[in-house]
């Protein structure tokens, strides 16, 4: 019988995990004891939706793209925080925590696509690109977890962290005036639309080559034609 998802072990390849992991464990030691997990993932989504509009009045100024990046840090604050403060303070609630970390991810990184979106300095048709990209290829680690009985954050060495480091980065050459637009024919593009694009074809390419090992592994455990006793 396959794990339940929300018991399973996590399995972290991120090239920033290991040192993120002290800095979040060192932060969850010393908040106050009145601060819960549950306000740090409302944390993270109010900040969620503090970047979308950020982004979107980035529309009149660019100085919004400094309110974007400095959200972003909060984001993550509340984001990764929760599920360690938690640890730290052994007051797990793994079904509820499960299905709740899972269901804000998903709401987050629509807002936060849709936003980029909006933006002037990214085509929504990309930012729903990533977007879509990005839930089908949680879909799967889901699917992962029930299967395999290992919960994999992520695909690879990038995970949310450093796509919150780029995100940041390119803010702020876009927020001190470095020209990241170009047009290709009559349609006018940015260096943004580009990473989101090659981003968006890497999950893609990612998905199906898990995809394809997981089907083999899968169909050597329960060979076709086998009666099962």
Do not use: C
């Amino acid at each position: 019988m396959p794990a339940r998802q929300e018991d399973a072990p996590r399995s972290k390849q991120f090239l920033l995990a290991r040192h993120e992991s002290r800095v979040l464990e060192w932060i969850a030691r010393r908040l106050p004891s009145w601060v819960m997990p549950d306000h740090l993932t409302a944390l993270g989504v109010v900040a969620a939706v503090g970047i979308a509009a950020a982004y979107l009045l980035s529309n009149g100024s660019e100085v919004w793209l400094w309110a974007a990046s400095a959200l972003l840090v909060v984001h993550w604050l509340g984001d990764s925080l929760d599920g360690t403060l938690a640890r730290v303070r052994k007051i797990e609630r793994p079904t509820y925590g499960y299905y709740l970390d899972h269901l804000v991810d998903a709401l987050a990184t629509a807002l936060i696509g849709l936003g980029l979106g909006l933006s002037p300095y990214m085509l929504l048709s990309v930012g729903l690109v990533i977007v879509i990209a990005y839930l089908v290829l949680s879909i799967n680690t889901y699917l992962e977890t029930y299967a395999f009985g290992v919960f994999t954050l992520g695909y690879g060495r990038v995970g949310p962290t450093e796509v919150r480091v780029l995100l940041i980065g390119l803010n702020t050459l876009l927020a001190v005036g470095v020209g990241l637009g170009f047009q290709v024919g009559d349609l006018g593009l940015t260096v943004l639309d580009l990473i989101g694009l090659g981003i968006a074809a890497l999950m893609v390419t990612t998905l199906i080559g898990r995809a394809a090992r997981n089907l083999r592994v899968l169909a050597a455990r329960e060979p076709a034609g086998q009666a099962r006793a």
